[in-house]
């Protein structure tokens, strides 16, 4: 079905402002051939998957703009270059998402299980000048599903036949992101126009035993590979804190509330019948004073379940923030009444409408919340959380086991005690959501390959065989919506059901103990498009963030044309063979140790001159003290924080988290504090 009736390709190019050649969307068979299909055949297995985010495509993009916020890379003089101004707020350009593309196709086409792809295929509402509409939003989608075809589609001649879910040769799987609407970040209960539309668009993505449910309010699930593993894609819309058209997911006629409902009873499902389950969605589960991305009646349900269907989920994958980073989710913040099963009716609270903006504080915050994550005893090695097996014993050869011998027996209690801290020797008193950086070179263009464990698993999966139709579920009736609507003012705390936990007879999950389905490990990618766009040589002025590293540059003259290197993407760090990441594999231990590691930062030592003294509150003075206070103090002279083994890891989670657009002093300047 990704023929005309999709997507007019030339009407899109037609709109393409003072593009260059390269810049014009290109067709199937001008980039791909005919591309044999693999009808009937099955796909061998190859343990990775992708995971892009946040293209947000742009058909006004000019090159050699401006990126002032008044031009938006649309218009005036400036750096934008063919692929993209980096570290700016522009968008996209198409050349960007056409290399891009192609270098998918080139390099991992036939080396991957499936894609998932965590929304903002439009571009920002970023210049008054040119608003956007609906046509525009539509249309970009549509777009994008036409580049999916070009590298994942079977091209065998039947796209246009009744069986929309038979396109592609592996499975593919989009979510809602906040700009994939109109206007932005506010979508009202379904059905509505938007997942009537998205129905359409993303047809041969959904399933068709699904196509009714998504349009009641865009979530659905795919079994990438049948009967083992299933990928859910979640619409974060409705449980994000700045959706005003929705409150929340305490009461039963919020569409947050019946999203986790239809939730709980898929992931039941799944467990019945030993499918593993893979969440994404587009906003992340950021919860702090300093970012909060979600409405906290939806962030205490969705840990809830998380903690609750740990034996079913392997991971979960969001977009959306830009920046690489990972979160954990606490069981320990969990409210007892979310534990008892009631929820107390809040009114959800507007954020920031740009992912992008983000202060220092969130990334201290983090650090400081794991600086206080439970630390193992010297008797104990971090390791033996998955290698052990009751606490009892360690795994080194040294017992623990309780004896005559004293500083056995303390060992023993304190390994003990440190274990129980963790939720036990597999850390499930915890949760990992992973947060990939973007598509959209706010930084540098990025995606991610992640590696999982496929041992004891069919090789020989057919993607496109019959599958089992989901659990029913049945939303809330208008009867319903009315009662509860009715009672809100009487009754302020909602009950809900709560999941089932694990049987005591089974054993930890894929995300906490090694086995099949677990991941192994993810590479990033990056594409460094200051190198190819080849328009600067020097990075000697670059400047911070908003306008770009490249603003106040002499730029290019429209008329000049641009003379790019080779369009590549390439390996930015992999987390198992990184000298500082270190990690045996992603299961909970060794993120925990890791999370642990990055928060173990030790500040630099600071010392105040005299006159600086008065201009300190003694607020101020003890935040020096524990190293929180950026200015208004000199380091001594001595070994730099930036070169200690200790902060190695901080450090390293930052310029990760920037996809290495800051320099060692910036990253020292910001957050070696």
């Not at 101004?85 to 086409?109: F, G, Q, Y």
Request: contains cysteine; hydrophobic residues 30%; charged residues 30%.
């Amino acid at each position: 079905m990704c023929g005309s009736s999709i997507f007019n390709l030339a009407t899109f190019a037609t709109g393409v402002l003072a593009a260059t050649e390269s810049q014009v969307p290109l067709r199937p068979e001008n980039v791909f051939g005919t591309g044999e299909a693999n009808i009937g055949k099955s796909r061998t297995l190859h343990g990775r998957f992708l995971h892009v985010t946040d293209f947000h495509p742009d058909r006004f993009y000019q090159v050699y703009a401006s990126t002032a916020q008044d031009a938006a890379c649309h218009r005036g003089q400036g750096p934008a270059g063919l692929y993209g101004a980096e570290t700016s707020e522009c968008d996209s350009p198409v050349a960007l998402i056409n290399r891009t593309m192609e270098w998918i196709h080139d390099e991992l086409k036939d080396k991957i299980d499936f894609v998932i792809w965590t929304g903002d295929s439009a571009r920002h509402d970023n210049d008054e000048e040119i608003p956007r509409n609906a046509e525009q939003v539509v249309g970009f989608n549509e777009f994008m599903v036409q580049k999916m075809y070009e590298v994942f589609g079977k091209h065998n001649g039947d796209e246009d036949d009744d069986d929309p879910n038979n396109d592609f040769v592996i499975p593919i799987v989009p979510s809602f992101g906040n700009n994939d609407i109109l206007p932005h970040n506010v979508m009202t209960r379904g059905p509505n126009t938007w997942t009537r539309t998205y129905a359409r668009v993303w047809r041969q993505f959904i399933p068709e035993a699904q196509k009714h449910q998504f349009e009641q309010g865009g979530w659905f699930y795919v079994e990438v590979i049948p009967n083992e593993l299933a990928v859910f894609s979640l619409n974060s819309l409705f449980w994000a804190s700045n959706n005003a058209a929705v409150d929340g997911c305490a009461a039963p006629r919020e569409p947050g509330y019946q999203q986790l409902e239809w939730l709980r009873i898929q992931l039941q499902f799944m467990r019945d019948r030993g499918v593993k389950a893979i969440l994404t969605a587009h906003q992340p589960p950021i919860r702090q004073s300093a970012k909060e991305l979600w409405d906290e009646t939806c962030w205490q349900k969705y840990a809830l379940w998380l903690r609750q269907y740990r034996d079913v989920i392997v991971s979960s994958h969001f977009g959306h923030f830009n920046f690489d980073h990972f979160l954990l989710q606490d069981f320990k913040d969990l409210d007892k009444d979310t534990k008892n099963g009631r929820m107390n009716y809040y009114h959800a609270e507007s954020g920031d409408d740009f992912e992008t903006v983000v202060s220092s504080d969130y990334w201290m915050q983090l650090r400081d919340q794991w600086s206080e994550l439970p630390k193992p005893p010297k008797s104990m090695r971090v390791s033996e959380l998955s290698e052990g097996d009751d606490g009892e014993d360690s795994s080194d050869g040294t017992s623990l086991k309780k004896g005559k011998d004293s500083k056995k027996e303390k060992a023993r209690k304190e390994r003990k005690k440190y274990l129980k801290k963790m939720g036990g020797q597999h850390a499930e008193r915890f949760s990992a959501s992973f947060i990939s950086a973007s598509i959209v070179p706010n930084l540098f263009p990025t995606l991610r390959i992640f590696e999982y464990n496929i041992t004891g698993l069919d090789k020989h999966k057919t993607y496109g065989s019959e599958s089992v139709p989901p659990a029913a579920y049945v939303s809330t009736s208008e009867y319903d919506v009315d009662k509860t609507r009715k009672k809100k003012k009487k009754e302020r705390k909602h009950k809900f059901t709560i999941p089932e936990p694990p049987s005591k007879s089974a054993g930890p999950g894929p995300a906490y103990s090694p086995q099949s389905l677990s991941l192994l490990k993810y590479t990033q990618y990056f594409a460094n498009i200051t190198h190819i766009n080849n328009d600067f040589h020097s990075d000697s002025d670059a400047q911070k963030w908003k306008d770009g590293k490249h603003a106040g540059r002499k730029p290019h003259n429209k008329d000049h044309e641009p003379q790019p290197k080779k369009f590549k993407f390439e390996v930015l760090y992999d987390t198992q063979d990184d000298k500082v990441y270190k990690l045996k594999d992603l299961t909970m231990p060794n993120l925990v140790d890791l999370a642990r590691r990055i928060g173990n930062f030790k500040p630099a030592t600071v010392k105040l001159v005299d006159e600086e003294m008065d201009d300190f509150s003694s607020e101020d003075l003890e935040a020096v003290k524990k190293g929180h206070k950026k200015r208004k103090h000199h380091r001594k002279h001595g070994k730099s924080a930036r070169r200690t083994k200790q902060n190695m890891p901080w450090y390293t989670f930052m310029d990760r988290a920037f996809v290495a657009t800051k320099t060692s002093d910036e990253l020292e300047e910001e957050f070696g504090y």
